[in-house]
């Protein structure tokens, strides 16, 4: 696939490369904000990343950024990385390490040890006070992706999980759904807690409460294994804080003869590419994970430019898909 | 501010880039002394690996292994690197890069730059000579993963990738099947051709040959996209080089109406993590994934220690998992 440029935005914004890189490049005053809604969207839409950092570093070593996600193993961040690295500029190099609560330190040092310009975090950083004061000490800036808690970093890509659980919760409430389920993972991340509220938050004020809260792995083992307390909370459906445990109780319903969604609607979160391919396709929010991969490009690439820049955060969508796992509340059929 | 690289020291040195990784890798024996002293003279006016952080840490530094693989995307590629992460001593740090056929030597260039110790690639390498040639000269070990052809690696984990051919030729044989498709990558890398010498061998034998060779992108939408071609072959079974492409099959044949297994049974390859919970559920030729992770570490830690010591190659085998996408031909039916 051909990188696009930034004569491909100017193109497709129908303005000069001239407005586009002062647009994109913050120098902004002088334009109307529909000239600026229109080059920022055509950026977007082509995913276009500014090669900026480019001509002043040009000569020397390719800035090295290293990006520290939890596990290679769920889609979600399997897509994620293969945007970074589809939309990555020529001259940056990345490199990507997973690590858990317990080696994360260690994979930092480890980075930070080889010379990395800049840290890009996909995951909760525990002692976040401490690898910030060190990062800082270190001059390494650092952003936080998709993560709800501020973690000191400079810049933040962000995803309005709330809004997702708000989504979810009016498309079942709109089927006619009354006895719904929240399946939630073992380990709540910070962002998991969001989209919980956001449904929980929603179904109160359509004066309702989830029929049952289980929690289980966040896997598609997880979501199998949980079919049978599913089956047993008499709900009609169910809201599942990943597509994996969706994907898993799916399967699991199958196995008992409970037909989904004639029995019982099931709704995902992250719309991985598995999403569209499952019988019955499933209904999920979808997580924005080019374009947050993409912003996160773009918002160190600037900050490698200038340290001192303000900060700077981006705040996605999200957006429900409908597909097959959804449906009319048993009662409300003809 | 400008960060100084191997080759900027290379360069103001007067040597090459393989001697400068040499003399500051403390592999030192093959140099003159004046050599010696141009390469540190050079590299501590342009403060090449000045790394304040590091010092400030801890006394030895962790050996870097680097892996390089095609795609994040491919779950096959998703499940090696979780394996990898897992399995890896605590005192190794390893770190992944994609690489496409482009931007290949770049990669290997930005790794070796950083001071790695260790390469493993799990992709082909288009010119290997020369690449093997230039990291053998800089000292560094590589390993080749899961690659039919000879790279030059000293040391090798292979699958025996015609044997998973020949299991499932014989599998569809044993149901009945005498009309079988084979599915195919638009771009097939050594390992797969090996699958489809298996394969047609083994009909070969039974006196069959495929009714259709059909060539789509190895991804769940090529599955898709080719459901029509199968159904329009006459196959009653389809033999797919991996699991994406069978997975997106299956849902294609499910959109036309044409149920899996009862009118058309589908085999696919990998055995990823999805695989058990598709409905129906993948039969499919399990990679020992797991295996493959392990001993690539294990062969590479080997090596680390010992540079000298002689080629190593671990050969795995493959397992036909049977599940419920395949069944008897439509016409041995009772």
């Known amino acids: 696939m051909k990188k696009a440029s930034i004569k491909d935005v100017a193109k497709l914004a129908g ?3 001239a407005t586009v890189s002062q647009v994109i490049n913050n120098k902004q005053e002088r334009f109307s904000e529909e000239t600026i809604h229109k080059v920022m969207d055509a950026r977007d839409e082509l995913g276009y990343v500014a090669n900026v950092a480019a001509k002043e570093l040009k000569g020397s070593k390719s800035p ?3 990006v520290i996600i939890p596990s290679f193993r769920l889609p979600f961040f399997a897509d994620l990385i293969q945007s970074m690295q589809m939309h990555v500029p020529e001259h940056i190099d990345l490199v990507f390490m997973g690590a858990t609560d317990e080696n994360l330190e260690k994979s930092i040092y480890a980075l930070v040890d080889r010379g990395v310009d800049a840290l890009i975090f996909g995951r909760p950083i525990p002692k976040h006070a401490a690898v910030s004061q060190f ?4 001059g390494i800036p650092f952003l936080s992706l998709d993560q709800s808690v501020d973690l000191g970093a ?7 999980e709330k809004q997702g659980g708000h989504l979810s919760a009016e498309h079942l409430v709109a089927l006619g759904h009354k006895k719904i389920a929240l399946l939630m993972a073992d380990t709540m991340t910070d962002n998991m807690h969001q989209r919980e509220r956001g449904f929980v938050e929603t179904l109160t004020q359509h004066h309702l409460k989830p029929v049952a809260r289980l929690q289980t792995a966040l896997s598609k083992h997880g979501g199998l294994d949980v079919a049978d ?3 047993a909370s008499g709900a009609t459906a169910v809201f599942a804080l990943n597509d994996e445990i969706a994907i898993g109780l799916i399967r699991g319903l199958y196995n008992q003869g409970v037909r989904v969604p004639a029995d019982i609607s099931v709704v995902g979160y992250d719309d991985t590419d598995y999403a569209e391919f499952t019988v019955p396709a499933l209904t999920t929010v979808r997580q924005p994970v080019q374009q947050i991969g993409i912003a996160a490009l773009n918002l160190i690439i600037k900050r490698l430019e200038n340290l001192n820049r303000p900060q700077q955060m981006n ?3 999200l957006q429900l898909i409908e597909r097959e796992s959804t449906g009319p509340a048993p009662g409300d059929r003809a």
């Open 64 to 66: 090295l950024i290293g």
């Open 15 to 17: 303005v000069s490369i």
């Open 135 to 138: 990062l800082n000490k270190c």
């Open 154 to 160: 400079k810049d933040r890509v962000m995803v309005q």
């Open 229 to 231: 307390a599913v089956i």
């Open 315 to 317: 705040m996605l969508d």
